[in-house]
Nanobody, 124 residues
C-alpha cells in the first residue's frame, strides 16, 4: 500500500505559474503509474494528466496540453505537476493518484490510491 501527500497549491493570478508535488510513502513510486486529477466546486473529478511507471509515456487532457507538465522522480518517490499560463478555470482541488499498472490511465476508477488533495486557485 502507498500513501500519497500533495503539496504546493496556492493562489495565483491568471497567466501565472504554480508547481504542485506528490510524495509517496509506504512503497516505492516506481511500482505505480501516476496521475493528476482535479475537482472544481460543483463539478465531477476530471483527469488532468497521466504518466507511466518509467515516465516514458504521458497523456494530457486537452484542456491543459501545452500548459501543464508532469514529471516524476522515482528516486525521490515524488511526482510533480508544473502548471503554467494558469486560467481561472484551472481553479480546483488537485489530487494525485497511483495505479498498479504498467501503462497510463485516465479514468479515476483505474487508480488504486489517492492523496488528500491540494487547492489551486487562479484569480482573474
Amino acid at each position: 500500500q502507498v500513501q500519497l501527500v500533495e503539496s504546493g497549491g496556492g493562489q495565483v493570478q491568471a497567466g501565472g505559474s504554480l508547481s504542485v508535488s506528490c510524495v509517496a510513502s509506504g512503497r516505492t513510486l516506481s511500482s505505480y503509474a501516476m496521475g493528476w486529477f482535479r475537482q472544481a466546486p460543483g463539478k465531477e473529478r476530471e483527469f488532468v494528466v497521466g504518466i507511466s511507471r518509467s515516465g516514458s509515456t504521458t497523456y494530457y487532457a486537452d484542456s491543459v496540453k501545452g500548459r501543464f507538465t508532469i514529471s516524476r522522480s522515482n528516486a525521490e518517490n515524488t511526482v510533480y505537476l508544473q502548471m503554467n499560463s494558469l486560467k481561472p478555470e484551472d481553479t480546483a482541488v488537485y489530487y494525485c493518484a497511483a495505479a498498479q499498472g504498467s501503462g497510463w490511465y485516465r479514468v479515476a476508477n483505474e487508480y488504486d490510491y489517492w492523496g488528500q488533495g491540494t487547492q489551486v486557485t487562479v484569480s482573474s
